[in-house]
């Protein structure tokens, strides 16, 4: 299949990556020709500007996956819907708000073309293992695009269509507030082994035991390994903990639910408390483990 992948960071170059190893045609958009260049070596197609993404479809049906920031996406989508013909189908594969994916998918459909929004979990490693997606938007085009879902999971991933415009980022978002409490639940408890009675307690050992079939056995335990492993004292991390916005999303949405979130609600006030400078041996790790998974920075920039 025929795709073209704009965005190429993190996640994105893995994507283009994969799907052009698995002997999909990779059509490489992004602003820095350095990323274009980098998916070359992988096998996909040079598309410096959005004309070459349109000529490299040679009257195809356009399909355009964006890996952008949420708050580029709905400028990126009103500049790709004044070159690409009706018909064509668009992915916000990035973290945006459900509500505003709603919103552009009845722009877009205005224009004679197709939304999906498909929340992307997996990080660094998805590349390696398969990455989870959760899709929202038209049926009919779900399935036109299932074969690069399909290979973008393999071998370990997975992919659902959850429903209506905007299901796929509710669904991703629901997902990384979760991730927001488990990550704080774990950083608290190895802070409390470290300050407890029982001193130098080898923390990245304890970390290895609860990892073989213990309840809390999981991939976000197995980064505090790995982690306390490298830099048992978590030297040179300030602790800062940014927040990307699902959380607030998830909360605001809960409270206009009349839901009551209060662990995920404490995650995140940890993460606004350690921008201000309440930073510890907890937030240094959630920090570690935001970096292991999905390479970000290990201090705030400055």
Not at 74 to 95: K, M, R
Not at 97 to 120: K, P
Not at 145 to 164: D, K, M, N
Request: aromatic letters at 8%; a negative charge; glycine letters at 10%.
């Amino acid at each position: 299949m025929k795709i073209a992948i704009h965005g190429l960071g993190k996640m994105g170059i893995q994507i283009a990556r994969k799907l052009a190893e698995s002997d999909h045609q990779v059509l490489a958009h992004n602003r820095s020709p350095q990323k274009i260049e980098e998916a070359v070596k992988y096998g996909a197609q040079a598309a410096p500007s959005k004309q070459d993404v349109v000529d490299g479809f040679s009257g195809s049906q356009a399909i355009i996956w964006i890996m952008l920031p949420a708050e580029t996406v709905e400028n990126e989508l009103h500049a790709w819907l004044d070159v690409l013909p009706s018909g064509s189908i668009l992915i916000d594969g990035g973290n945006s708000d459900f509500r505003q994916s709603q919103t552009h998918a009845n722009t877009v459909a205005t224009r004679g073309s197709q939304m999906l929004d498909i929340g992307v979990s997996g990080g660094l490693w998805g590349y390696q293992n398969g990455f989870s997606m959760m899709v929202g938007g038209d049926g009919n085009s779900y399935h036109v695009i299932e074969p690069v879902l399909r290979s973008l999971a393999t071998p370990g991933g997975a992919y659902q269509h959850f429903g209506a415009s905007g299901s796929g980022h509710f669904v991703k978002m629901v997902h990384n507030a979760i991730e927001y409490g488990m990550m704080e639940s774990l950083a608290e408890g190895y802070q409390l082994l470290k300050a407890g009675p029982y001193a130098g307690l080898d923390l990245a050992e304890a970390a290895n035991v609860w990892q073989h079939h213990s309840v809390i056995t999981s991939w976000l335990n197995e980064l505090c390994q790995k982690s306390l492993t490298q830099n048992p004292e978590l030297d040179g991390i300030e602790g800062y903990v940014a927040e990307s916005g699902e959380a607030r999303w998830a909360l605001t949405t809960a409270q206009e639910l009349n839901l009551s979130m209060p662990a995920i609600k404490a995650a995140f006030d940890v993460r606004l408390a350690s921008q201000k400078g309440e930073v510890s041996f907890a937030t240094k790790l959630i920090a570690a483990m935001r970096n292991q998974f999905g390479g970000h920075p290990l201090n705030k920039k400055p």
